[in-house]
């Protein structure tokens, strides 16, 4: 895009009085002026007399237009990009605890776990790993996004078949800023058992 060019009067205090455009500093367009045999740009004005000024006027290059606009959207972009970075950089960790980390179930029965987040962002619970297939858990829509200063909770069961008494742990894997959390877990198939090694190492039996 050509810019139109610009020229200035300098008549001033001359024998025919001041040009009209030379007393208020006012920029012709090259459209308006006439050009002489010389090459000279000539000044369509008239002084103060009415007489024609004629002068040779002197080009000059008009202010570059600031685009506001442009501005404007950039520093909206910047802006949006500053956000995000402080929000990524910024925004807080997530933060999982468990207060109750040890359970013991029977055969078919099921625990409720409840989790917290005590973290600034949201909690987003993943895989839960056992060291045992006969525990598996069942997820709710409480557990799978935790709030900042909230809990969820979902069932951890012990296998309705299973003929031996175990002891495993659960692992949960999620987005906290800790290492991820485990849980022990006691699966008592024969609860008569225990009773009968307590009675087979009593030395209160032995006395009698």
Not at 146 to 175: E, H
Request: net charge negative; hydrophobic share 40%.
């Amino acid at each position: 895009m050509t810019t139109d060019a610009l020229y200035r009067c300098k008549n001033t205090g001359g024998p025919d009085g001041d040009c009209e455009h030379a007393a208020q500093n006012e920029a012709i367009p090259a459209s308006l002026v006439t050009i002489n045999n010389n090459g000279e740009a000539i000044c369509p004005g008239q002084t103060v007399f009415d007489e024609p000024c004629g002068a040779v006027l002197e080009e000059v290059i008009p202010p570059k237009k600031v685009p506001w606009m442009m501005i404007a959207f950039s520093s909206i972009a910047v802006l949006v990009v500053a956000v995000a970075m402080w929000l990524f950089l910024f925004r807080g960790d997530a933060l999982l605890r468990v207060d109750q980390t040890s359970f013991v179930l029977s055969p078919g029965e099921s625990t409720k776990v409840e989790v917290f987040n005590d973290g600034e962002v949201n909690l987003q619970l993943g895989d839960m790993k056992f060291s045992s297939n006969n525990f598996s858990t069942e997820k709710t829509d409480d557990s799978l996004d935790i709030a900042p200063g909230n809990s969820g909770y979902f069932y951890v069961k012990f296998a309705k078949n299973a003929q031996d008494s175990i002891k495993g742990s659960m692992t949960i894997y999620s987005n906290s800023s800790g290492e991820p959390v485990s849980i022990e877990l006691i699966g008592n198939a024969k609860p008569w058992r225990i009773s009968e090694k307590l009675n087979s190492t009593s030395t209160i039996l032995d006395k009698e």
